[in-house]
């Protein structure tokens, strides 16, 4: 049996969090994080698929976050769309540059958040095992 592709949802605010859960719950296991040091704890134990980012959040911003992985082979290469309130054109450029996916402004349609999480992962493929 396929596991569930895991979305690891990373936001300061309990209201965002609860919003994606709800949205994508039914389809994938969507893991939440408060803080972006959370998230890379959580990273650490679990394999995720995809991350969906707030930029400002306290401590450790979105774009840190995105560098601390950059940094770390084994979380290097997973997706990342920024999930944000920030729709200036500078958030939208640095996100780019750092290698996000995708940049989805708040508030956002559920169906184009779906669409466009569908389509990062289905260009993911799995790693084959060439020495078996």
């Known amino acids: 049996m396929l596991r569930k592709k895991i979305i690891l949802a990373v936001d300061d605010l309990p209201s965002n969090l609860t919003k994606v859960r709800e949205i994508l719950?039914?389809?994938y296991d969507v893991r939440l994080a408060k803080?972006?040091?959370m998230a890379l704890s959580m990273m650490n134990r679990i394999d995720v698929d995809l991350v969906l980012l707030d930029i400002?959040?306290?401590g450790m911003s979105g774009f840190d976050f995105v560098d601390a992985c950059r940094e770390n082979?084994?979380?290097r290469d997973i997706p990342v769309i920024f999930l944000t309130s920030h729709a200036s054109?500078?958030?939208v450029l640095r996100a780019a540059r750092a290698g996000a996916k995708d940049y989805i402004h708040q508030p956002f349609e559920p169906h184009t958040l779906?669409?466009?999480i569908s389509a990062i992962?289905?260009?993911r493929r799995p790693l084959i095992n060439?020495?078996?």
């Open 130 to 132: 060439l020495s078996s």
């Open 121 to 123: 992962l289905s260009l």
């Open 56 to 58: 400002e959040m306290p």
């Open 25 to 27: 719950g039914g389809i």
């Open 89 to 91: 054109e500078k958030f």
């Open 35 to 37: 803080n972006a040091q």
């Open 114 to 116: 779906m669409a466009k």
């Open 73 to 75: 082979e084994s979380k």
